[in-house]
């Protein structure tokens, strides 16, 4: 059997999948490939692999592209390639497996193809709430891996999947985490407790496009926290110098970390080492409550989210309408943590369906190996 796992969109989507690759080529009697179209993404995917799954064996592909189109995309600083023209490009090579596991959904443009008897696995990236992530198109896949029952209930109730086409793996982020976090070193040195804002990339959601630079004054102006500005990655991909320039200001200060778009952005380097969360619609509000700890939700729209369950998360934390209100938001979520402890540990359960002493990628893999044997 062989079974492909392409990358198309930036990196974070890497840590996602990555662990089941690993953890269905080290099983055996499997050919697993892991395939990019960017030496950057497959240089990250090496480097993960050699970290936490040295000796397993994969296969590395680049996935073809003419080299005009990278020429063009290096000049622009594109940390991406045009996705459907890989997939176009790439289809004689990703036909001639038995499934193609993907982490996002641009990749249904193959359904346009004769794909002959090649499975699309869908596996998502993140255990949000927002409305995005239910779309009827994942109904489109064969085979569906989902973190939890919380997913699980929202995409049947949509019609998006059906009995004997979906799986409930877990969480094999977290396996990865799990491995690279030992002995990470506290973001800070100072004793003051960590913020990390990490505001969403779409503007019509995103706290950034209206009061981004108001949180950062604010952060920037007063000696109780320290802050990591770490927004997802697609906010300001590709983050170049010139990019950088607007944050220069914040940049020498000491309780500041400003993080545009780096591998640690990723990984849960910041959610993972953060004492306070600060954001929006962000799926990494899930991953925070790994481990219970205050959580503030910044709304400059005024959402009538309290009955809205796209807004669900924001139930477990202290909601802040202006940035005016942030410092009694910060002190009555730390205050009042207690009150929202076993909502978040509830949340989580229903969100990723883990045990912390069993990684999660085995099941994950079993789940699409199983699945596809039942196609032979």
Do not use: C
Request: avoid cysteine; hydrophobic fraction near 40%.
């Amino acid at each position: 059997m062989k079974v492909v796992f392409p990358y198309l969109a930036q990196i974070h989507q890497i840590p996602h999948t990555l662990p089941i690759a690993m953890e269905m080529a080290r099983g055996g009697g499997v050919e697993v490939h892991l395939a990019a179209s960017t030496e950057g993404h497959l240089a990250y995917m090496r480097q993960l692999a050699a970290a936490a799954y040295p000796g397993v064996p994969v296969t590395f592909k680049r996935l073809y592209l003419p080299w005009a189109v990278h020429a063009v995309a290096d000049a622009g600083g594109w940390t991406i390639r045009p996705k459907k023209l890989t997939l176009l490009l790439n289809l004689s090579y990703l036909r001639s497996f038995n499934a193609i596991v993907v982490p996002e959904r641009t990749s249904l443009f193959l359904r346009r193809f004769d794909m002959g008897r090649t499975r699309l696995v869908w596996t998502g990236h993140g255990g949000g709430d927002r409305a995005s992530g239910y779309t009827d198109n994942v109904g489109q896949f064969d085979f569906v891996l989902l973190p939890g029952e919380k997913l699980a209930t929202r995409h049947k109730a949509a019609g998006n999947i059906r009995d004997g086409h979906y799986g409930i793996g877990g969480y094999a982020k977290f396996d990865l985490v799990g491995r690279l976090a030992a002995g990470r070193k506290p973001l800070f040195d100072n004793g003051r407790p960590t913020v990390v804002y990490n505001p969403h990339f779409w503007p019509s959601l995103s706290s950034w496009h209206l009061v981004g630079f108001e949180v950062l004054d604010f952060f920037a102006n007063q000696s109780d926290y320290n802050l990591v500005f770490a927004p997802h990655m697609r906010v300001f991909d590709p983050p170049t110098a010139k990019k950088y320039e607007p944050f220069r200001r914040y940049m020498d200060l000491p309780h500041m970390r400003i993080d545009l778009g780096s591998a640690a952005s990723t990984d849960m380097t910041y959610t993972g080492g953060a004492d306070i969360y600060l954001g929006d619609v962000s799926s990494q509000i899930a991953e925070f409550t790994l481990r219970p700890r205050p959580l503030v939700f910044l709304d400059p729209r005024r959402t009538a989210w309290r009955d809205d369950p796209n807004y669900r998360s924001w139930q477990l934390g202290i909601v802040a309408e202006t940035v005016a209100e942030l410092p009694e938001a910060l002190k009555r979520a730390r205050e009042t943590h207690r009150e929202f402890r076993q909502l978040q540990a509830d949340y989580f359960a229903e969100t990723f369906d883990v045990d912390p002493t069993v990684p999660s990628a085995p099941r994950g893999a079993k789940a699409i190996l199983d699945y596809l044997r039942t196609q032979a």
